[in-house]
């Protein structure tokens, strides 16, 4: 599933798509790279408020 979404998202990138792909690699604990994901979600829409969201608690989580 993880592999379609990251397909999908190189054929037609939107920040919905990264936002998906990033919450894809947190549930496989592959932070670093879900991370990124949601950075370039926010990149493409800065007001994109799940994926702030998403990468404050992801950074949550690292400092645990």
């Known amino acids: ?3 379609t979404v990251a397909h999908l998202v ?3 990138p939107t920040a ?3 936002l998906q792909l990033g919450r894809l690699l947190a ?3 592959r ?8 950075e370039r979600a ?3 829409d800065p007001d994109l408020n799940d994926a702030w ?3 404050e608690e992801l950074k949550k989580q690292g400092n645990r």
Do not use: P, T, V, W
Request: proline share 0%; net charge neutral.
């Open 1 to 3: 599933c993880k592999e």
């Open 16 to 18: 919905q798509g990264y």
């Open 42 to 44: 926010l990149k493409i």
């Open 27 to 29: 549930q496989a604990n």
């Open 53 to 55: 969201d998403a990468a």
């Open 10 to 12: 190189q054929l037609q």
């Open 31 to 38: 932070r670093a790279e879900a991370l990124a994901a949601f």
